[in-house]
């Protein structure tokens, strides 16, 4: 589930790194079917991204709480030196 979490957000992140959190959960459906967080033991996408420590999330207002993502250094893929 880390890579799928980690190439999600990589896929829809925009220029800043962030990818709203909406936009993750929707590739995370489209790449398989049956996924759903509560399938690992999550009541919610937020839960299980704040415990994969892969990503860092971020709550910007209220009514709606617009949630985005970022990847953590653990979720980066190794660069080459």
Known sequence: IL???VKSIETTAEEDGKAHLSKVGTHLAEQS???????????????????????????????????RVRLTDEGKPLRKK
């Open 33 to 67: 079917l049956d996924f759903d967080s509560r399938n690992f033991g999550f009541r919610r996408l937020t839960d299980l991204v704040q415990a994969s420590g892969v990503a860092r999330l971020e709550r910007i207002g209220k009514n709606p709480t617009i949630v």
């Open 3 to 5: 890579g799928m979490l």
